[in-house]
Structures are given as C-alpha cells and as structure tokens.
C-alpha cells in the first residue's frame, strides 16, 4: 500500500512514475513497428548515438533544459542512422557491423566529450552522465512535460499514418506501386523511433533503451495477431512495466529504476511466452497431453 | 614501468584479441553478438566479484565468461522457438542480463569499488595501480596477466582454427559436408569473445569493447579481400587506436577509452571515404564514370539505330532523356571522335562512332 | 526507319515499353527493350534468370528509373495512372509471420483509393470479402496469414489485386512455390480477369506450361528476344536463343 499512497501523494514519485509510464507508452508503441521491421537493434544503436549530441548541445547553450538536451540527442541520433545508411547503402560493410560502430563510436565521443565537460578524466562530474544509464528519480516537472508533449506528438502522427505504416512495414513493393512515398514514410517512421529513444533515455538510460523497444513489443505479439492490438498492448505493457519498475525502485534505497523497468518487462515477456493466447507453451503442452491421452484411450479401447 | 606504457600495454593487450576475433564476427554478420555479450556478461562478473577472493583470476575469467555463452544460447533458443525473430531475441536477453548486472551493483556492490560508469567505459587509467600480488611478490599490473592470457588465447584460437574458421565463416555448407560442425565453430567464437570481454570489461567496459571488436576489422574490410591480410591490418588498426586514442586522450586529459573508440571510429571515417577500392569517393567517382560511359554506349547505338542520321531533338525523343543529358553525351562522343554535326542540331555517326555502336560490347549477349 | 507521324493515334496500349534500356551501374539489365501489349491478353514474360523480368515490372512500375526509355501503362506514365493497375507481389517478398488476417491483407488494396489518413472502414470490408469469395477463400477471412498454406497466401494476394479493379494486372511469378490444384484455380482466375476485360501480365518460369495458359509471350534475355501471340514466337529457335541452348524441359513449344 505503501507506494501506492506514494504514487498519489508524492510529487517526486508522481514525476518519475508518470515520467516511465510516459516513455512506456511510446516506446511499446514504435517498438511494435521496430521490431516487426527487424530494427530492433536500430533502436540499439541509435540510443547510444544520442550521448554526444546531449553533451554538444549542453556546450553550445550552457543549458541543461530537457528541450535543449533532447534536440541534440536526436539530431546526434538522426545523424547515427544517415552514417548508417552511407555505410550499408554505399559499401559491402553489412547493417550489424555499421550498427556496431555507430553504437561504440558515438558513445565513445559521448564519453570523451563528458569528461571534457567534467574537466577531468571523470565523467561523473557534469550531471550529464544521468543520460548513460537514466535516472528516473531525476525527473522533474518540466522533464515530464517535455517528454509528455514528444510522446503526445510521437503517438498522434503514428495513429494518423498508422495505415500506412501497416502497409510500409508488410509488403514496400505493393505501398510504392500504391503510389504512397516509401523513402519519406520510411524516414518518418525512423524518425517517430528517434523520438521514442529520446524521451526514454532520462529514465532508463541509452544502454537499456533498446529493451523498452523491443521487450514489450515482443510480449505483445505473443497474444494477439492483429497489429492495431499489439501496438496498444505493446505500450500497455510498456506503460505497465515503467510504473511498476519506478514504484519498486523508490520502494528501497539502492534501486535503479532503469534496469528494473528492463526487469519487469523481459518477466511480462516470459510469462507472455509461456501463456500468451495464441502460442504460449503451456497451451501448446497442455494441448500435446491431451493428444496423447485420447490416442492412448482409444488404443486402450480397441 | 612509467604508467602511460602500462596503459598503452594494456589497451594494445585489448586491441589485438578483439581485432582477430573481431574480424570473424564482422565476417559472419554477428557484431550485434558481440555487443550483446559484452553487455550480458555483467551478471558474471559482479559474482565474479564476489567471489574473487575465493576464485582465482583465470577461474573468474572463465566463470564470468560463462554468462557470454549463455547469452549466445538464449538467444539461440528463443530464436528457435519462432515467436521471436534474431534481432529482438539479442536484444531481449543482452538488457535484460545487462539490467540483472546493473541492479546487482547497485543493490550489493555500492560501497565497494565496483561502479556505475566503470561498467561501461572501464578505468584503464587506473590499470597501474592495480598490481597482481601473490603472497608477498608483485608480478607487475593485473592487467597484463589478465589481458596476456586473454591475447594468447585469442592467438591460439585464430592460429589453430585458422582453416576450420574461415571455411565456416565462407561456406557453412562446405564445412557441415567436410564434418566440422558449425554450431561448434559458432559456440567456440563466442565462447572466445565472452573471455574477452570479460578480460577487457576493467579497462574499456562494456560498451567500448564494441569498438574494438567491430570498427578495426570493419575499416580492414574496406580495405583488403584477403582473410589473412584483413586479420593482420585489423589487428594494427586496433593498436593504432589504442596507442593514438591514448596520447589524444592524456594531450586534453579526456576518457582515455572513450578517445580510442573516437580513433578507431575516426579510421573507420577515413577508409569509408578514401579506401581506393571500395571508399564512397571511389566509388561515386567510379559511378560517375561507367554512367558516362553508359550514357555514350546508348547514344552511339541509339544513332545507329535510326539511321546513322537525326537530329538533337529527335534523339531526345527517342532515349526519353532531358535535353541537357543528351548534349552533355554528344560532346562526351564528339570529344572521342565517334559522332560529328554536320549542321545544327543535325547528328551522324563516324565510321569510329559506327564501330563502337555495332562493336562486340554494344549489345548484351 | 523514321517514324511517320501521320495516322490518328491508336488506342493507348495497356502496357507499352519503348527502347527501354535500365542498368545498375554500368551493368545492364535490359537493352533497349521495346514491345506493345494489346487489350484483353494474357501475357506471360519468360527467360532466364537474371534475364530482367522482375527489372522490367519495376521500370514499368516507376521503382527503377531506366537509363533510357520509357514505359507507359494505358499512353501515361505509371505515376498518372496507378489507379488502372494491380500488383500481385512475389510471395516470398513479404515476412508472412506480420501480425494480420487475410481480410486485412486484401483490404490494403484499397488503400490507393482511400488516400492519407483514412481509415478502412465497413464498405472496404465488404469490397474486401467480395474479393475473398471470388478466389475461394471467404471461409479464411479471419485466419492469421502465417496459418494459410503457399497457394492460399498467393490467392490473398490475387484477391488484393482483384480489390484494385484495375484493368492492367502485373503479377510478379503467382505459381512460384503453389501445388497444381492451386495453379489451375489461379489460372483460371486470370482467366476471368481477362473475360472481363482486362489485361495480365504475368512474370513466369515454367516454359513447359507457357502455350497452355498464355495468349501472348515476353521472351526476355536482357535484351527483347521475341514478342507476340503464343503460337508464332513461342518457337524453339527463340526460346533457346533466350536460354542459350539447354532447354530439353521445354515440352511442345514447336
């Protein structure tokens, strides 16, 4: 009952659970699309890449503002996925590869440019390493809005064009020969998972961002076959998994709220594994002991 | 011993096993599992850490590297349950193993010296400090002894599979049919790159290990079509990073990892641009080319199709281009020799330009 | 031989490619590609592989810009007149485990027409089972597609052509991989298609069923090798010249 009464009353509580309920939400939501589309690991990638652009951004204006912070993280992102695009598109170094070193070498800079700001060979020192692994319990009122208002802009552009991301990320020959702009829905779509990374990595981080993409994405899928239902249990769970994993971490002392956001998510996966509607092991088990048992009776019955 | 060359060692001692084990994963498309390893062993090493005392160093490295195949397995088997494709099952097991390491610390380990950051871009400043005493004898920086055994393994691996490597790496099929079993192959690798990682995790951390195991062989790709060479210069691009990254680094006194990361990303940068074969500038060049060429090859043919005899306007026409391409192709052949313009506008091939056009590479086939 | 411009022009062809030449980077893929598909035909385009087939549907298609040349559907561009065409996509172009049922899958073919933001509602659903009934599989509206067979899921797809109503129909190798009984309903779908008027092209691989079903035939080896009704190109000369000789498979093609 206990964090309950938190949830209602404590206004730092309050901030850091509608925060992660917030980027449950978006992220569930483009994360249903990230990974139908196998860019999972895009996600990946592009979480990192944000490090230097909130670094240069904070040296440029000298503002630590949540607005300031999050343009330069995505055009630092946006930035990785061009360098990711030149380098499939342009040589025959594969997509993990360029993934791979857009991942490490942007955070790389990120580093660099922390301990630059810090002064010192300490990144610790600057507030900004907050973004490395998302600390919820920093959110404010303002962090809330800002991220409330991308996430508000993220979830009504991808309701308007959900039909034709259905159709972009099912079968791209047929939207083209529809007519419909491939490329620009393609970088829109890009985009909207650009946004989600942002608004996400003041909470859990730019490492653990990925699982907010992808874990309840794939735990949506296992009990429904519609899309438009995946998608919203996606952020449902999404959105589940940020309050739950805020509440428990400011339930104790020495509780990261990132990676126990991570670690309610991959349980409501493991539990959407064994028990999902449709494919759930436990029916499929179940079902298999029945087989067996009226294949029995009969062969005992003849 | 000054301390700048017990961290260059060290970082060299990093560089050279993730560029020869590095060069493999890039080869079989599996850098992402490197990454997701570097991340999942976390779980390991904090126990590890715990039980260091009680286990030796090389036990620790084992153990910990443990968490690495398990992370290749799990990803396996959640693959192989079909409810999840390649790409979420990686990233599904490495955060979540990555968070169970993370919370580990911070529940447990926050009044020890096992922090946050040091996860993820390691503490190779601190490498001098740390020596490696047993009973009362200093045998020189933990470092060395760890990241030695680590090289000198990552060496035996690559020189002793050498031929089992590459002909799973090229031809699966090929390797399957002469009984060497993939999945041996496959699980020996990330067997190797878990050590590693682990091995490497106090001086670079877990995310920067990435950068050494994936940008130097990645610029060596672009640079070479040979295994042997690309191993060779993989593995001198990764100490050129190290030892570059770290005098950049100590020169501004910045995250001495993070600036190799920078360098090894910087060479990767240069090659992508100016690699003579395969570089983007070569490349466009090259296009630009052949598109020149093309373009000429279709006029002259084109010409010859109509009779040897048309008109500017006419030939516009007929190729559907824009005006401005079909001048820039016409004085591209008027320059070669290969058509004339008897009056304005008016074209017409010449006896060169007609063997061009019927000449044997003209028509496909 | 200068065309003369003097007679009225003739009706615009459903499909008419001229001196189409289209390369990746200085590779050719087609060279100077030229023919006419008349009205109401069945037409199949065969040759090897790496001949050009699928290159030709997307120069057609406006996907791929050809290096020279062009490509009409009905005397306009592809871009001017989309709404006169279906698409039946390669099967295995498409990642069949997408969370989504058979009806909806047909319903996309009406996305053309409803435009931005507009969502699919009541009428498209009925348009939508219309089409399913036509191919058979009105009884599989509601099955996930992973759950079909092949040659169901290429009868969704058929069916998602036929929600165009277009009057020029490009399906891009619809027997690949389908058992006969599914190859005889398909082809008598196309079949009906063309009864109602309209045109089929049909990018094919096996030779030996060529005069059977087709009523006209695209030999294609890069460059054009023949093009006309069955009966007069479809000849061993030019089917070896296509296919560089092997063609013992190629069973009453005299």
């Known amino acids: ?302 | 011993m000054s301390p700048d060359l017990i961290v260059v060692v060290t970082a060299v001692l990093v560089a050279v096993p993730c560029a020869l084990l590095g060069t493999f994963l890039v080869l079989r498309q599996m850098s992402m599992m490197g990454d997701a390893i570097s991340h999942a062993v976390l779980p390991g090493i904090v126990v590890a850490f715990f039980l260091s005392e009680s286990l030796g160093p090389i036990t620790s490295l084992l153990g910990a590297g443990a968490f690495g195949l398990l992370t290749a397995a799990l990803v396996e088997a959640l693959k192989n349950t079909g409810r999840v494709k390649e790409d979420a099952s990686i990233g599904i097991v490495f955060t979540a193993l990555f968070a169970l390491g993370v919370f580990l610390i911070s529940r447990f380990a926050s009044d020890v010296h096992l922090d946050l950051q040091h996860v993820l871009y390691g503490e190779i400043a601190f490498s001098p400090l740390n020596a490696l005493i047993v009973g009362s004898v200093n045998l020189g920086p933990r470092s060395f002894w760890t990241m030695g055994i680590v090289t000198a393994m990552a060496l035996v691996v690559v020189l002793l599979l050498y031929k089992e490597l590459k002909i799973a790496t090229f031809d699966a099929g090929l390797a399957a049919a002469v009984g060497l079993s993939p999945a041996l192959v496959h699980y020996l690798l990330m067997g190797a790159v878990s050590v590693t990682t682990v091995g490497a995790f106090d001086s670079v951390g877990a995310v920067l290990v990435v950068a050494f195991l994936i940008a130097p062989p990645a610029t060596a790709y672009l640079l070479t079509d040979k295994l042997a060479r690309m191993l060779a210069l993989s593995t001198l691009l990764g100490v050129a990073s190290a030892v570059l990254g770290y005098y950049l680094a100590a020169s501004m006194d910045v995250a001495i990892a993070g600036m190799m990361a920078v360098v090894a990303g910087g060479f990767f940068s240069l090659a992508l641009l100016l690699s003579p074969s395969r570089g983007l500038v070569a490349n466009s060049l090259r296009h630009r080319r052949n598109r020149r060429s093309f373009s000429r090859k279709l006029l002259l043919a084109r010409l010859e199709a109509l009779g040897n005899r048309t008109t500017e306007a006419e030939l516009c026409e007929n190729l559907g281009w824009e005006a401005g391409r079909v001048s820039r192709a016409l004085a591209d052949a008027l320059r070669g020799g290969l058509v004339l313009k008897p009056a304005a506008g008016e074209v017409t091939l010449t006896r060169k330009g007609r063997e061009a056009a019927t000449g044997p590479q003209a028509p496909v086939r | 031989m200068r065309l003369v411009k003097t007679e009225a022009p003739p009706a615009a062809s459903p499909l008419e490619v001229s001196g189409v030449t289209a390369a990746y980077g200085s590779e050719p893929v087609l060279w100077d590609v030229s023919f006419r598909v008349p009205e109401g035909q069945l037409v199949a385009v065969v040759g090897p592989n790496g001949a050009g087939k699928t290159t030709l549907l997307k120069v057609v298609m406006g996907l791929m810009e050809p290096a020279a040349g062009r490509a009409t559907v009905f005397g306009k561009p592809f871009s001017k007149a989309r709404q006169l065409v279906g698409y039946v996509p390669q099967r295995g172009s498409v990642d069949w485990d997408f969370p989504t049922d058979a009806l909806d899958v047909v319903q996309m073919g009406l996305y053309g027409k409803l435009g931005w933001f507009r969502r699919p509602g009541r009428r498209e659903r009925e348009k939508a089972m219309e089409c399913l009934e036509k191919v058979g599989m009105a009884e599989f509206a509601g099955r996930q597609i992973s759950q079909l067979s092949g040659g169901q899921q290429q009868r969704i797809f058929l069916a998602r052509a036929l929600a165009q109503e277009a009057r020029l129909y490009l399906t891009d190798e619809p027997f690949a991989g389908v058992d006969y009984k599914t190859e005889q309903a398909i082809v008598e779908l196309l079949r009906d298609l063309k009864a109602a008027g309209g045109t089929v092209v049909v990018v094919h691989h096996d030779l030996a069923t060529v005069p059977d079903y087709f009523d006209r035939v695209v030999i294609l080896n890069r460059r054009l090798v023949a093009e006309g009704p069955v009966e007069e190109v479809f000849t061993r000369e030019n089917v070896s010249d296509a296919y560089g000789g092997a063609v013992s498979y190629l069973a009453g093609a005299e």
């Open chain 1, 1 to 302: 009952m206990e964090p309950l009464r938190d949830l209602l009353f404590d206004y730092t509580i309050r901030n850091v659970a509608l925060g992660s309920a917030v980027l449950g939400t978006v992220g569930g939501a483009l994360g249903s699309f990230a990974v139908l589309r196998r860019q999972g690991l895009l996600g990946d990638a592009l979480a990192h890449a944000t490090l230097p652009g909130v670094c240069v951004a904070f040296m440029l204006t000298g503002s630590k503002s949540p607005a300031i912070l999050l343009l330069g993280a995505a055009l630092s992102a946006g930035l990785g996925a061009l360098f990711i695009l030149a380098v499939v598109g342009g040589t025959r170094i594969k997509q993990d590869a360029a993934l791979g070193i857009v991942l490490s070498v942007f955070f790389g800079a990120g580093i660099v440019l922390l301990t630059f700001i810090a002064g010192s060979g300490d990144a610790g020192q600057s507030g900004l390493d907050r973004f490395i692994f998302g600390q919820a319990a920093t959110i404010v009122r303002a962090d809330v809005v800002t991220m409330g208002l991308l996430a508000a802009a993220a979830v009504v552009l991808l309701a308007l064009f959900f039909k034709e991301f259905k159709l972009l990320s099912f079968d791209p020959a047929f939207a083209a020969s529809l007519g419909f702009p491939v490329r620009a829905l393609n970088v829109l779509l890009t985009a909207l998972i650009v946004v989600a990374v942002v608004v996400g990595i003041q909470a859990v981080g730019v490492v653990l961002m990925a699982a907010m993409l992808i874990t309840p994405a794939a735990a949506a899928r296992q009990w429904t076959d519609r899309l438009s239902v995946m998608v919203s249990l996606s952020a449902a769970f999404g959105a589940a998994s940020g309050v739950c994993g805020a509440l428990i971490s400011a339930s104790g002392s020495n509780l990261p709220t990132g990676p126990l956001i991570v670690l309610v998510a991959t349980g409501v996966l493991v539990v959407s594994l064994l028990l999902g509607r449709r494919h759930g092991f436990v029916w499929a088990w179940l079902a298999g002991r029945r087989n067996r048992r009226e294949v029995l009776g009969r062969g005992g019955a003849s």
